[in-house]
């Protein structure tokens, strides 16, 4: 008999009422023991770690995507001011347009940005990685609110829960350093760092 224990996942608003939408432990425990389910975890996992490293050298070095040459950050430029100016709207603007530019929040966004990407990419610091990437995410979609394609949904949602499932499923330990890192001895002390 397979005992199935369901978990609370994600809280979702929708019409002044929050749902709690959940998955059943079991569905997750048995896609970490597939085999491919452990290649689409690498890839998710390497896909997010390029997405975070992506924007951190273009926000960096100003590659032509989202940062002009003349804006980046390697020049002086914030790399926020653009963006908490010019493209947040909703409930939250003043306090996002109030940051915009802060010496504090543009080492903070930038760091966060490297340090995600290079822990998703190697599978180390998974929990602060994944936690702190969908807390980013989270106030990325907070910004934006409401999404213009959807009520509530959009890609940084989608992103937030990836993330999430990465740290449930242990994904640092597939194909990454993750089982290596997670013996040492700091490392086993503090879950925290794992």
Known sequence: MIKILYIPFQNILCNSKIYNVIVPTYIIKKMVNEKKAHIIFIILRISLALIFLWAFFDKLLGLGFATKPENAWILGKSPTIGF????????F?????S??????????????LLFIGLSL???????????????????MWTSLLPPENHPFLDDHVIYLLALIIL?????????GLGKKWKKIKLIKEYKIFQ
């Open 84 to 91: 908490l100016s010019n493209a947040v709207h909703g409930p």
């Open 121 to 139: 990419l190697f599978g180390i610091f998974m929990n602060l990685a994944c936690y702190s990437g969908a807390l980013m995410m989270f106030l």
């Open 167 to 175: 740290k449930k499923v242990n994904a640092g330990d597939i194909f």
């Open 93 to 97: 603007k003043e306090v996002y347009n």
């Open 99 to 112: 940051i915009a530019g802060n010496l504090v929040v543009d080492w903070l966004f930038m760091i966060g």
